[in-house]
């Protein structure tokens, strides 16, 4: 988990130009101290760890290492840096130019540090650390192989950094350098290898600059304990002047051009005043200086219009509110223009700086919102795509089941969820999909009709009940159909069974009215079976013959799915015994009923008479 943590950004305070590295806080409660302390400071991708010199920002998280992180471009989406390690090891160079500058002020001497990249080594692999007396070229990786020879630059290796055992005879030993964490800082420690012995550490304050070079205590034992000097001695011992100060001359003249070429006025104009306080060069180096300082001198003044010109610029970017311009403006006036602003300078930018944090937040509130859309739109999607699957499932079940094994409130409550489930799935549901809907619709429409018994009967048009035909062709007969008939339940069991009531006890069964017969026998019989009913409920507790209190009734089902029922016989129907109501009154209205119905049909009044038998 260490490790995990130690995979975090590093930034430069302030201006890009600060070679100094600052760490952020791992932790979300050291993070708030952090911002607190650096309330007034921005950060930037530091150049000189291979960023894009951009502003960054710092991101608080519980869950997770705090880091640093670069603001969205203008059109959103994530700045793409170049920069791709992320390690704290990756800012070593800036840890080594530190400590280097450090521990030579604590002894008074003057130094150069100098990040070189010879043979194309990405920056930061050697560090060139010049002084008068000589210099250390310290090797933090293996991208350039050490040269031992070279006068000015003695090797300091790496511990990645191989060294074969000829040259620990020959050398007597060799230097190394290691970089230790100290929670976000890193400390400087060289050790001191020699043949067949171990490396010995120790802190750069117990190092000393002498006249062989960089020495250790482990040197000084070393030296001590060996009768002969190394066969190959620093080339630092007792230099002349003129030769020292020819190649000092030499290492301002490429720092001065250096500096020229990434824009920094700053380090031009300190170069320019260190060459003018060098003395004991002449000829065609002094000549070659005077030409440089002169060049640089003109350069200055150019760059001070550019300057100008700059801020100009970034002030009408700020005015027309041109957020990518500003940002970029803003970079490049931050990389090369931070020090000594004047007070027109320092409102430009803080203007810019507002302008661009402002952007930043409305960008953040809007892509949160368009996140929210997103997944507003996702979650719509999947209920859409779980609503075809349900259409597809419900159509594929009404389609394998039988009819006659579907009960009305069955195909109602299944026709009902296919149209929620369609309305939801929206742009999934095929043309062919809709017309197969609309066909159940239509007959789950047609198969409604009084499956509820608080809604009404209402008779059927005349000529449309098979069990109607004798009656449309008489006068007067949809009347009669409307008033005379008799009202029954039917349904299906799970067996698919036909069943017919005379009251509603199943919630599926489908209301039908069948209408009374019309042919003599069977209405003269009906009326004489009703007359004696009546008589017998009106005498006081006498019952209803059993044998007179039920009708036969025919029931089918049509080829649309629905249920019929009749009175006369049917082919392929199924007969059931209805019981009549008990009641006196349903009685009465049922015997009213078959009176209207003998009288349309001139039908004469023929009391049933008890059979005598023999």
């Not at 970089?179 to 190092?207: N, Q």
């Not at 010109?309 to 490049?332: D, G, I, K, S, Y």
């Not at 005379?502 to 489908?510: F, I, L, N």
């Not at 009546?534 to 009708?551: N, W, Y």
Request: proline content about 5%.
């Amino acid at each position: 988990m260490q490790g995990d943590k130690r995979q975090i950004q590093t930034a430069v305070l302030g201006d890009a130009e600060s070679e100094e590295p600052l760490m952020l806080p791992l932790e979300a409660i050291e993070l708030d101290a952090f911002r607190r302390r650096h309330e007034h400071d921005t950060f930037w991708c530091g150049l000189l760890l291979g960023g894009c010199g951009l502003q960054l920002t710092t991101k608080l998280y519980t869950d997770r290492v705090c880091h640093f992180a670069h603001h969205p471009g203008p059109d959103g989406h994530p700045h793409l840096c170049g920069r791709r390690a992320r390690g704290i090891s990756s800012a070593d160079h800036l840890y080594v130019k530190s400590a280097a500058a450090a521990w030579l002020r604590s002894r008074d001497l003057q130094a150069d540090v100098e990040f070189v990249q010879p043979e194309g080594a990405p920056i930061g692999s050697v560090v060139d650390i010049h002084f008068p007396r000589g210099g250390l070229r310290v090797h933090l990786d293996q991208a350039v192989a050490p040269t031992w020879d070279q006068v000015g630059h003695e090797p300091v290796l790496g511990v990645s950094v191989p060294v074969d055992r000829d040259t620990l005879i020959d050398r007597w030993y060799v230097h190394r350098i290691r970089l230790d964490s100290d929670g976000t800082a890193r400390k400087v420690r060289i050790g001191t290898e020699a043949f067949a012995r171990e490396t010995e550490w120790f802190a750069l304050d117990d190092c000393e600059m002498t006249e062989r070079g960089l020495s250790t205590p482990a040197v000084e034992q070393i030296v001590r304990s060996r009768s002969t000097r190394p066969v190959t001695q620093w080339g630092v011992a007792k230099a002349k002047k003129a030769p020292d100060a020819r190649a000092r001359a030499q290492v301002l003249l490429r720092k001065l051009a250096k500096a020229v070429r990434v824009e920094s006025t700053l380090v031009v104009a300190q170069v320019c005043r260190e060459i003018a306080d060098l003395a004991g060069v002449e000829g065609e180096i002094q000549a070659e200086l005077a030409a440089a300082v002169s060049d640089a001198e003109n350069w200055l003044e150019g760059q001070a219009d550019v300057r100008r010109e700059l801020f100009a610029r970034l002030e009408e970017a700020v005015t027309a509110r041109n957020a990518q311009q500003v940002r970029e403006l803003l970079a490049r006036a931050n990389a090369t223009a931070a020090h000594d602003r004047t007070e027109d300078e320092d409102r430009i930018a803080g203007a810019a700086a507002d302008f661009v944090a402002a952007q930043t937040r409305a960008q953040e509130a809007a892509d949160a919102e368009r996140a929210v859309e997103q997944a507003e739109e996702k979650m719509a999607e999947l209920t859409s795509r779980a609503a075809f699957s349900t259409v597809r499932r419900v159509l594929r079940d009404l389609r394998s089941r039988p009819r006659r094994h579907m009960s009305h409130a069955t195909l109602h409550s299944q026709v009902q969820l296919l149209v929620e489930e369609a309305a939801k799935a929206g742009k999934h549901i095929t043309e062919s999909q809709r017309q197969e809907i609309n066909r159940w619709v239509e007959r789950a429409e047609r198969a409604q009709a009084g499956v509820f018994p608080q809604t009404a009967p209402t008779a059927r048009p005349a000529g449309k009940d098979p069990a109607s035909t004798k009656l449309s062709a008489t006068p007067g007969a949809a009347t009669a159909e409307q008033s005379n008939t008799i009202t029954v339940w039917v349904w299906k069991d799970h067996y698919g069974g036909l069943h017919a009531a005379d009251t509603q006890t199943h919630p599926e069964a489908s209301v039908r009215h069948v209408p009374l017969p019309t042919e003599a026998g069977p209405l003269q019989r009906l009326y004489g079976n009703l007359t004696r009913m009546i008589a017998e409920r009106e005498a006081s507790d006498a019952p209803v013959h059993t044998g007179r209190a039920c009708l036969s009734v025919r029931v089918w089902e049509e080829h649309s799915g629905e249920l019929a029922a009749t009175l006369a016989r049917r082919k392929g129907s199924t007969p059931v015994t209805l019981a009549l109501p008990a009641e006196l009154e349903p009685l009465r209205e049922l015997h009213d009923k078959v009176v209207a119905q003998m009288k349309a049909h001139k039908v004469t009044r023929k009391a049933r008479t008890k059979r005598k038998n023999g």
